[in-house]
């Protein structure tokens, strides 16, 4: 029967129609097939956990363990990793803290408009497999094609990398052991943490998310004192420091084309912010736990990347030879946040921020068998990858999905042999801008549901959550992703920093890889199933809406108008 405002609902004892894969939002009683379970066939600890799961006729869908909590922490903290606590230095030594700063605040207001536009249709259509299917949906099936093949081979070439960096972190301690014993035991625990599914995962970022928060807010306060001169005698911050470091070497370093270098850096580090939508789907109750979870972007960005970077910028130089590596985002001892604790003669600091680097990229990894498996099943159920992965287990794991992803890791013993570093060179470049394709595709799906929602006589009433900054944050979204995609352009068509001239092919291609490889997706996409640009009338905006109960959410509406306007301002915005 038809609910409020169209939206599709179900009551009890009304036939559930099929749906096709997760293209479709399950109502609430076809979602009970997973509570139905035991508890340790749930948690994927019994024999029957890996039989396939039958949801009824044509019903095939993720289950739904993920709670509130797990969303805010995934959001707030689920993506900080080597590219933040490591990658920041070698950024920091091309582009000095000056770039750092304002390079990173742009990603920033980016990536703020980005989550938000994601949010908002999330909530609407929290869609297991996630965001490649709004660009199905609003932009083009072939470009959805693209973004969801895209999206698996970003996480499957980060899974590698980030278990080679888990490796070169332990030998910060232990340089006897070969490299090879730490990645076999770094795979194991990402594989015993995905028996357990969706709650694995969800359980695992809350706890690595938590710890990573805990350890940023103390690094800042150190550093906060170190600044004001009130280290140890024995290390180099017993005297104010202030920003003498960007007056000497100064603020910024080679000009415009470091100013540039550091986008990608940036980039890198926010990879994965996106990841709470995707899990909003496995939510009991995405409409009221991911617009909290959204809002917390806010405080990553401004406080963490920025304030924590801020502090940086004012502690290590961007001369120091110490930030460079032949690896940018392997080496832990380049970490600008592990160097202020050795600096500070602070005893036993640079190894506690080892450690938080450790799990950060141990985190990472997990996320990248997690991603790149829910959007690998997608593809599988709308008829753009095989069959075999629209498998789903008892305990609601993609078992296929996620046995492929892993299999991916097996890459990272690559790095032991002698030609390791080249190989490991060109799979970064796969991974290095794909992100920014799949920000700018949300940006402009989002764009183009408001179109089409607006065409098909619905009000924005109608929409339970909407984006901060709208259509127009959405658009800002995509030109700031379009300048980075420029700048970075100019960096790899230019000489290295220190040369002048034009740089290689191959200098370019290990900086721009990402646009190819979409363009080569898209093509077989068009190829296969001959489909354009959408027009707005063409637009499904109402299957698969989720079931919204607007009784309450007129309720909640009436409570926050009734806010006076700072606290209403407050709770817009946080």
């Not at 959204?294 to 290590?316: A, C, D, E, N, P």
């Not at 590596?325 to 001892?333: E, I, P, Q, V």
Request: aromatic share 14%; with cysteine.
């Amino acid at each position: 029967m038809s609910g409020k405002d169209g939206v599709v609902a179900y009551e009890k004892g009304d036939s559930i129609p099929e749906y096709e894969g997760t293209s479709q939002v399950l109502p609430k009683e076809a979602g009970t097939a997973y509570s139905e379970e035991s508890f340790m066939t749930r948690n994927g600890l019994t024999i029957d956990s890996f039989k396939k799961k039958h949801y009824g006729e044509g019903i095939v869908e993720l289950d739904r363990p993920l709670k509130a909590r797990h969303l805010h922490m995934i959001a707030i903290g689920g993506s900080i990793g080597a590219g933040f606590f490591v990658g920041s230095g070698g950024a920091l030594y091309k582009g000095g803290p000056g770039s750092v700063l304002i390079d990173f605040l742009i990603i920033g207001v980016m990536m703020f408009n980005v989550v938000y536009a994601l949010g908002e249709l999330a909530v609407m259509y929290p869609v297991s497999g996630g965001f490649y299917t709004y660009s199905t949906r609003f932009i083009d099936p072939s470009w959805g094609f693209a973004m969801g093949w895209n999206y698996v081979f970003q996480w499957a070439v980060v899974l590698p990398l980030e278990l080679t960096v888990c490796g070169i972190t332990i030998q910060y301690w232990d340089t006897e052991t070969s490299l090879a014993v730490w990645i076999v035991v770094f795979l194991a625990l990402i594989i015993i943490i995905n028996v357990f599914g969706a709650i694995g995962y969800a359980e695992e970022e809350f706890w690595a998310s938590s710890f990573k928060l805990g350890a940023t807010v103390v690094f800042m306060i150190i550093a906060l004192v170190l600044v004001l001169g009130g280290g140890p005698k024995s290390g180099e911050y017993h005297e104010y420091q202030g920003a003498k470091l960007w007056y000497n070497p100064g603020a910024f370093k080679n000009g415009f084309k470091g100013f540039c270098s550091v986008f990608v850096t940036a980039a890198f580090a926010f990879s994965g912010t996106e990841l709470v939508g995707l899990a909003a789907a496995e939510s009991k109750n995405p409409v009221r736990a991911l617009p909290g979870a959204i809002k917390q972007v806010f405080w990553r960005i401004t406080l963490f990347y920025i304030l924590g970077l801020f502090f940086v910028g004012l502690l290590i130089s961007s001369e120091d030879k110490s930030l460079l590596s032949n690896s940018a985002y392997a080496d832990a001892k380049a970490s600008p946040f592990v160097l202020v604790g050795k600096y500070a003669g602070l005893k036993g600091f640079d190894h506690f921020m080892n450690v938080v680097i450790l799990v950060s990229v141990l985190s990472i990894g997990v996320s990248g068998v997690y991603g790149g498996s829910r959007t690998l099943t997608a593809l599988a159920q709308q008829g753009y990858a095989p069959k075999l992965f629209t498998y789903i287990d008892r305990s609601g794991r993609p078992l296929p999905s996620v046995l492929v992803i892993i299999a991916f890791g097996f890459l990272a013993f690559i790095s032991l042999a002698s030609s390791g570093a080249v190989v490991f060179d060109w799979l970064l470049a796969l991974s290095g801008l794909a992100a920014l394709f799949t920000w700018g595709s949300i940006c402009l799906a989002h764009i183009r549901f408001r179109a089409a929602w607006k065409y098909h006589g619905h009000t924005l009433d109608e929409i339970p959550f909407k984006a901060a900054g709208g259509v127009a944050g959405s658009w800002l979204g995509l030109a700031l992703i379009a300048i980075v995609l420029v700048a970075q352009f100019y960096t790899a068509i230019a000489a290295p920093i220190g040369e002048s001239g034009l740089g290689t092919v191959e200098g370019f291609f290990k900086q721009y890889l990402a646009l190819p490889v979409v363009l080569f997706f898209w093509a077989c996409g068009f190829a296969w199933k001959r489909t354009g640009w959408l027009t707005v009338a063409s637009m499904d905006v109402d299957t698969g809406r989720r079931e919204l109960d607007w009784e309450e959410i007129n309720a909640y509406r009436a409570r926050i108008a009734a806010y006076p306007a700072w606290r209403r301002l407050l709770h817009h915005t946080f």
